[in-house]
């Protein structure tokens, strides 16, 4: 009997299950259908929120509400910042007193002053992370 296909399997198997560990699926909500992209941070702690994330991902804005697989997610705990880029500049969109013009949304319970670490961070279990977008 060739036990190497069923050696093959067992590793593909590992390697898919410690994939699936530093991903977490994140729904967005308030998505404005088929405009523009929506842009990802996820944070690892307190000092680098806001300033340098974990991992970055952006991707086409689709339905409402998207499903997405967000990969190469470390520790037990992220904090995630979202915004629609809906001009495509790369860069979320303020009025002149510096209010998001673009929709934005965060993790956890932003908060009216926008997110921070303590009020954003969500434990990585493999629930879904809800992040509902302003406007």
Known sequence: ???????????????????????????????????????????ADAETFGKNPLKMM??????????????????????LMLYQDLDGDGKMGRNAVGIPSEPWGGSGTPGMFGPRWETGRVALDGKPIVVRLSM
Request: glycine residues 6%; charged residues 10%.
């Open 1 to 43: 009997m060739n036990r190497f296909p069923l050696a093959l399997s067992a590793i593909l198997l590992l390697c898919t299950a410690a994939h699936a560990q530093d991903c977490a699926t994140v729904e967005v909500h308030n998505v404005r259908p088929q405009q523009g992209q929506l842009m990802l941070a996820a944070y």
């Open 58 to 79: 952006r991707v086409p804005a689709g339905d409402a509400t998207m499903t997405v697989q967000f990969c190469g997610l470390t520790g037990s705990a992220v904090a």
